[in-house]
């Protein structure tokens, strides 16, 4: 029967463009009309169908039959099962529990006993252990006895068994270790002994590849005792035995093949050379790996345990304590520096081949990484160190340096200057005076100019150098002077409170030093012209500083001296004049006294302070004491005649012997400002008032000049009775 297309069927009953005409009453006998079609269809093709239908109906009905059959005798069936097999069931559960306890009471105690045969085993192993002389064995045997108890079977701990086992256990293990320590304090004996000059310390190693030895050694390894024993010893070799042959000398000797002897000297500020130091550690290893160097278990060896635990420290300490040391601190030799550390490798190489070093990457050579910062750190505490040295020595050891003369042009030139050329010159003589490129002719303390050519080799040295070595060095040499700004005042101080030559010395070492700063600079970068450098070369903001600290020094010694002489003065007739009618012999020889301090004053310093400088103080200090001398005489109310004579003979005196204080007789006159008022005074103690009118002029003479209306008013009621001529004098000078 061919399959029945349904939408086709529909499309044609019903016409879908066609809805709004017709009815469904029309449609209705249509859709009867195709069912009945269909019917008819149906009927003919099962007419013609090859299956007999009624037989199939009827073998239906006899399998229903058959399956609910079926159903019957299964339920009977569960009847049966649920009367007597369950019964049988629940008869065989109740057996099977008490199987099952009666079999775990078999097992607890199969357990128990099981765990008293292990017991039993290990201790047997124990006791072949020690018979066959094998600490391996017996400590094995041991550890797992103990290890196994520690996990018994249930009820095992119950048992006096267990307690007693346990405590047998850890008290044959305690003395198991105790004869395995014994045996290695056989094996490793040192010895120190200890001195005020020396230390000696012994070394006796009966180590060997022995099966004996093997044995101790994987005893202690199985109780994890071997390396607590390795580390003892390594550190008593690195505290007793390799720090004091880097840091002392030392004389390192193995007598035989088992015992070494290692003697300590004691000595202060000694520190032993890098060769010596690597030759007697050459000595040590070399004694150490024939002792030490073999395998008690597979690629173990104590020269391997205790290079792992010392290789890191005893490299640092190496390079900190002996071959930072080595670094040099100058160019010549950094260039030269490959020779020591071929021998520092060779000797790294030696302990890479006793396998005290962990592996070949190992470097003792790692410090040469920073050769640069470490030769600049080098270098600059030394030349730091160099120049507390200097500044340290006496300042009284001299030299003579400067020109006496400022030449008044420079020496010619075989080209002639070009005309801008020509003109910047000209505009810079005009603008900087001759006298910044010249130092006075004085005397210096040597150590100054020794200061000076250490410095300048640190430029040198600079300028050869990286630009790490070029920096720190130029930072060195500013703290050069800083350095002598806190050194030398200090260290010198009572000296320059006390002996004028030193106050000169260092205020001229000041000077010369702050003098070739103002240049140095500019020496400095003309040798490191092309180089980019990433900072400032100046020393000028030094110069004031060094300048100020020798003022500052002088003037505090002038100051001293002006005081020495203002209490010779004052403890003096001099300081009392109102007081008395004549002068003790005491002012004439506080005058005397002062013009002997000036002398020897003149004589320390004629010779070492430049001609100016020396002029300047002097004709300062002498003004000042003829100053204190006018004041002694102006602020009298009364001065008899005696008294004024004595003041006329002791002031000709300062006039006749102040002007040979200076260097030329005449400079008295232009440098010391009251030497005129001084002079006039005298004229004025010994003069009449005539004279003294004749000088003061209505105004317009010397006196006017040189003393005020108030002096020498004074200075005329003092000396003179009160007559009608003194008052009339007075009258005119006001």
Known sequence: MAEYDVQSMLNNIFDIDDLNTW??????????????????????????????????????????????????????????????????????????????????????????????????????????????????????????????????????????????????????????????????????????????????????????????????????????????????????????????????????????????????????????????????????????????????????????????????????????????????????????????????????????????????????????????VLFADKSSQYFLESARQIMLKDLSVTMSIGVENIPEDNAGSSSAPDESLAEALKILDKTIPKSLFYFPRCMISRTAQELLDLVYVMMEQAVQCSDVVSKKLYNTTRLVFELYDAVVPYHHEKYLQTIPQYVALFHNNCMYLAHNLQTFGDKWLILMEGRELDYPISFVDLVPRLRELGCRHLAAHMQQQRKQILDNIRSSDLNCIVVKDVLGDNAEAAVRQCLRQLHLLKNVWVGILPNNVFTRLMSTLVNMFVEELIHRVCTVEDISMEMASQLTDMYSVVVQKAPQLLQSPSDVETHVASWTKLSLLIFVLGGSLKDIEAHWRDGTGPLSVHFRTEELRSLIKALFQNTQFRANLLAKIK
């Open 23 to 372: 009815k469904p009453s029309e449609k209705i006998l249509l859709v009867i009309k195709e069912i009945d079609t269909i019917k008819n269809d149906t009927k003919t093709f099962l007419g013609n169908s090859d299956h007999d239908l009624d037989a199939i109906l009827k073998e239906s009905l006899e399998l229903t039959q058959e399956s609910k059959s079926v159903v019957d005798d299964m339920e009977q069936c569960r009847q049966e099962i649920e009367q007597e097999t369950m019964a049988e069931v629940l008869r065989s559960i109740e057996s099977h529990d008490y199987i099952t306890k009666e079999l775990q009471s078999v097992e607890f105690a199969l357990n128990i006993v099981s765990d008293v045969l292990q017991c039993g085993k290990y201790v047997k192993e124990f006791e072949d252990g020690r018979q066959a002389s094998s600490f391996t064995r017996a400590v094995e045997a041991v550890y797992d006895l103990l290890q196994y108890i520690e996990l018994p079977a249930e009820g095992f701990k119950d048992l006096d068994l267990y307690s007693n086992t346990r405590h047998t256990g850890q008290l044959i293990l305690d003395n198991l270790l105790h004869d395995l320590y014994a045996e290695w304090d056989r094996l490793v004996v040192t010895d120190v002994k200890t001195g005020n000059r020396r230390t000696i310390v012994n070394i006796t190693l009966n180590l060997d590849d022995s099966r004996i030895v093997s044995d101790i050694l994987n005893a202690l390894e199985k109780s994890k005792k071997l390396a607590e024993k390795v580390t003892t010893f390594s550190q008593f070799l690195m505290k007793d035995v390799i720090q004091p042959i880097i840091n002392n000398e030392c004389v390192v000797f193995a007598e035989t093949d088992e015992f070494m002897n290692v003697t300590i000297n004691h000595k202060p500020d000694f520190k032993p050379t890098y060769d010596a130091v690597i030759a007697n550690l050459r000595l040590l290893f070399h004694y150490l790996s024939n002792k030490l160097n073999f395998e008690f278990r597979r690629d173990m060896t104590l020269m391997k345990m205790i290079g792992s635990q010392l290789s890191v420290e005893f490299r640092d300490l190496l390079v900190k304590d002996c071959l930072i040391h080595t670094i040099p601190n100058n160019i010549n030799e950094l260039q030269t520096y490959g020779v020591i550390t071929s021998e520092i490798e060779n000797f790294q190489h030696f302990l890479a081949m006793l396998k005290f070093f962990p592996d070949e990457n190992f470097s003792i050579l790692e410090y040469v990484n920073n050769i640069d």
